[in-house]
Nanobody
Framework: QLELVESGGDLVQPGGSLRLSCSAS????????IGWFRQAPGKEREGVSC????????YYADSVKGRFTISKNNAKNTVYLQMNNLKPEDTAVYYC????????????????????WGQGTQVTVSS
């Protein structure tokens, strides 16, 4: 019923940019927070960013502040993650996830706050 599809992952050189998209169907972004997570080989999944439902508050991991920007287009039911000045350590599979309601404090970065997940898109930063 609810589906999330990520797109936009690619191979880029350090310092390059990518824009990831998370297309949602079966629900409205007015009632769901959308988070971006990533998982690199041998590492645990970590929260990257989140845009909240209704109040549109945004959250970022310290490692991406100033480089990544999350936004959404409600008419298209799509959330974007603009990634600039990419670094090799940004290499990972990136997932978007939806959680009903509002996020509080650091809860946005916790897996258990999200009920629906996309299949992921690969981002590789290498020279």
């Amino acid at each position: 019923q609810l589906e999330l599809v990520e797109s936009g992952g690619d191979l880029v050189q350090p310092g390059g940019s990518l824009r990831l998209s998370c297309s949602a169907s079966g629900f409205t972004l007015d009632y769901y927070a959308i988070g971006w997570f990533r998982q690199a080989p041998g590492k645990e999944r970590e929260g990257v960013s989140c845009i909240d439902s209704s109040d549109d508050n945004t959250y970022y991991a310290d490692s991406v502040k100033g480089r990544f920007t999350i936004s959404k287009n409600n008419a298209k039911n799509t959330v974007y993650l603009q990634m600039n000045n990419l670094k090799p350590e940004d290499t990972a599979v990136y997932y978007c996830a939806a959680g009903w309601g509002l996020m509080y404090g650091n809860s946005w970065s916790r897996d258990r706050e999200y009920d629906y997940w996309g299949q992921g898109t690969q981002v590789t930063v290498s020279s």
